[in-house]
């Protein structure tokens, strides 16, 4: 066989196996993240209804309506855990995001489907967010840095660990 013949094939064969998607893909299913974040049972879900002021609050931290009326979520009266999508570019994230004493304890993309921005998923970026809180202004008040070529990830990621934020806040006055 022609050396480049044979060269061809093998660039071929590696697009073939490579995919269009990168890195996109479901990561860690639901069940799995909450068993990790709740150490002993985890608690039943529980529904949290979107409506007034929370409704308010979460499209304008978002910048856009959102399109749930009401959001699943965990709690066992310290913990709570939100799995909550959000676009990147096109397609959405699916986030999850652990908050205790109105603070992040972690954050972890469960399921990612764009062919750009999926180096969210890692730790050194999502370790960023352990220990933030909501500012005054509804920030957070840690600085989160971006990654070159995931821009619009980043910025997703960084809303819905606001969002889950507002959402913890709601329901730990209310349960």
Known sequence: MCPRIALLLILATGLAFAGPAGESGRYVETDEYLRSVFETEVPAAKTLWVTG??????????????????????????RSAWVLDEVGKELPITIGVAISKSTIENVSVLEFRESRGWEVKYPFFTDQFVDARLGPDKRLTQRIDGITGATMSVAAVTRIAQVALMMHEHVSHTD
């Open 53 to 78: 002021d929370l409704r308010d609050g979460v499209e304008q931290t978002l910048g856009h309506s959102f399109g749930a009326l009401r959001v699943r979520y965990w709690f066992d009266g310290a």
